[in-house]
């Protein structure tokens, strides 16, 4: 059961994420987006290439030890889907990006590594 502290942290970190990814060049398209398949926390768009990003925000840790191979793949088939929705025929990079610490006060904003070019 998620709390409501916890779901405020993690709309604080998806927050704080798209105002680092706007800082860096990156187009917000579309947040929280869902599908029966599941859901992104950010699409962007960058350099003529689609990012299908995952927010993971912790008060410790950087948050690659949250994200498992069963979330990594449901991510992939969402971003293939959307792609497909959207008739978009784009490069797709499917990335982990790390809030860690307080988003509200002090923090970290790391884009861990891209995990799936496709």
Same mark, same amino acid.
């Given at each position: 059961?998620?709390?409501?502290?916890?779901?405020?942290?993690?709309?604080?970190? /998806?927050?704080?994420?798209? #105002? !680092?990814?706007?800082? &860096?060049?990156?187009?917000? @398209?579309?947040?929280?987006?869902?599908?029966? $398949?599941?859901?992104?926390?950010?699409?962007?768009?960058?350099?003529?290439?689609?990012?299908?990003?995952?927010?993971?925000?912790?008060? /410790?840790?950087?948050?690659? #030890? !949250?994200?498992?191979? &069963?979330?990594?793949?449901? @991510?992939?088939?969402?971003?293939?889907?959307? $792609?497909?929705?959207?008739?978009?025929?784009?490069?797709?990079?499917?990335?982990?990006?790390?809030?860690?610490?307080?988003?509200?006060? /002090?923090?970290?904003?790391?884009?861990?590594?891209?995990?799936?070019?496709?």
């Amino acid at each position: 059961m998620v709390t409501d502290k916890r779901k405020s942290l993690g709309r604080t970190g /998806e927050d704080r994420a798209c #105002e !680092f990814l706007e800082h &860096k060049g990156y187009k917000i @398209l579309e947040r929280n987006f869902r599908l029966q $398949l599941g859901e992104v926390d950010i699409i962007a768009e960058k350099d003529d290439m689609i990012f299908f990003i995952e927010v993971k925000t912790r008060h /410790e840790g950087d948050g690659v #030890e !949250f994200y498992s191979n &069963k979330q990594r793949n449901r @991510l992939m088939k969402v971003s293939e889907a959307y $792609l497909a929705k959207k008739n978009i025929d784009k490069q797709a990079v499917v990335s982990l990006l790390s809030v860690k610490g307080d988003p509200a006060g /002090e923090f970290i904003i790391e884009l861990v590594h891209e995990i799936y070019d496709g």
